[in-house]
T-cell receptor, first 110, second 114 residues
Framework: ELKVEQNPLFLSMQEGKNYTIYCNYSTTSDRLYWYRQDPGKSLESLFVLLSNGAVKQEGRLMASLDTKARLSTLHITAAVHDLSATYFCAVDLASYQLIWGAGTKLIIKP | EAQVTQNPRYLITVTGKKLTVTCSQNMNHEYMSWYRQDPGLGLRQIYYSMNVEVTDKGDVPEGYKVSRKEKRNFPLILESPSPNQTSLYFC?????????????FGPGTRLLVL
């Protein structure tokens, strides 16, 4: 059974600190997505990672993909309160089906 | 404005009463999908469609039906809703370009089945 595991599931951190969210998956895939969800809101795309070694950055967020290790990371640099949200990774199976992680709830305290 | 719309946004119904949640996108996307979101479980894919008249089961299709008669619309049908279908539902769409591109999500439909 395909599994997508995120950790941690909950993260409380101080502004200005760095941290990394991990997304492990159990099957072969060359395509992985990161999404953000604010409380009570819909989901917003952050990154699409299309190949081994892919790295993308937007502001204080940087995502990477290691398809051999079946691991993606979302790194937060010098966190600010506005980044508080739940972050999801999703793995694209070759059949266009997506399997999602359970999400990481991130709280950034002033 | 490019968007995915869902209706209704909130719905309270009773067990067994058929309902339809509509989803429409104005971006000419080939791919459309339905998800349910439950606390601690992330999103689970119900059905997806790669184009008109092409639909396929996702992770949790039991108790749901879909149709894709037009490219822009992808309704979700619950023929006989049960309390375990109480959830937050999202519709999403994207282009397909050698694989699925970024999905755009609708605002969500919160369903309560009594």
């Amino acid at each position: 059974e395909l599994k997508v595991e995120q950790n941690p599931l909950f993260l409380s951190m101080q502004e200005g600190k760095n941290y990394t969210i991990y997304c492990n998956y159990s099957t072969t895939s060359d395509r992985l997505y990161w999404y953000r969800q604010d409380p009570g809101k819909s989901l917003e795309s952050l990154f699409v990672l299309l190949s081994n070694g892919a790295v993308k950055q937007e502001g204080r967020l940087m995502a990477s993909l290691d398809t051999k290790a079946r691991l993606s990371t979302l790194h937060i640099t010098a966190a600010v309160h506005d980044l508080s949200a739940t972050y999801f990774c999703a793995v694209d199976l070759a059949s266009y089906q997506l399997i999602w992680g359970a999400g990481t709830k991130l709280i950034i305290k002033p | 404005e490019a968007q995915v719309t869902q209706n209704p946004r909130y719905l309270i119904t009773v067990t067994g009463k058929k309902l339809t949640v509509t989803c429409s996108q104005n971006m000419n996307h080939e791919y459309m999908s339905w998800y349910r979101q439950d606390p601690g479980l992330g999103l689970r894919q119900i059905y997806y469609s790669m184009n008109v008249e092409v639909t396929d089961k996702g992770d949790v299709p039991e108790g749901y039906k879909v149709s894709r008669k037009e490219k822009r619309n992808f309704p979700l049908i619950l023929e006989s809703p049960s309390p375990n279908q109480t959830s937050l539902y999202f519709c999403a769409s994207s282009f397909l370009a050698g694989g699925q591109e970024t999905q755009y999500f609708g605002p969500g439909t919160r369903l309560l089945v009594l």
